[in-house]
């Protein structure tokens, strides 16, 4: 496994963790999932203003945006359906890198498009915070923006390349991050520019039930 670079207090960075042929196959698990939960508009609370990254989630649970707030749910919102289950590569990445004693309950999907960004946020719609968020990259380089746990705190950013793993735990649990923009032409991976997000959260305590 490639060595992991701290790029904050407890936040891991493993550049190329997956080689070619296991991004591609990913690509593929991934593209079933969306033909069983195709991508849907995330939305503003309140004012109802579409967010510029589409999503999905597979899972027991997944994380949704709309007027009336930020959620997790166990169905999707256009179709209703359950979302399905986290493929078995991915269970394996998350006990390979986060250690955590409890399965991640929620992988979201998120599609960039080529304009597409995500503010700077905090991953906190979780019941257990002390469960770590892990983040996988795919497709087209995105410039990723880390700080602390003030929003207004210093910041500094890494290019997240395709088959890079990010691992939100301990100190760096809340920090505030985001995706400045993507740079298209990066990868050629998705046959097309834009870039695909997958993050793995535990939502709920070990000992909850959902």
Known sequence: MPQSIEIAPDCLWWPELLDRPAQEALVEEVRGLLREAPLFAPAMPRTGKPLSVKMSNCGPLGWVADVSGYRYQPFHPDTRAPWPPIPRSLLDLWDQLTRH????????????APDARMGLHQDRDETDLSAPVLSLSLGDTALFRIGGENRSGSTHSVRLTSGDAVLLAGRSRLAFHGVDRILPGTSTLLGAPGRINLTLRRVTPPDATL
């Open 101 to 112: 004693p409890a399965p991640p309950e929620a992988c979201l999907i998120n599609w960039y």
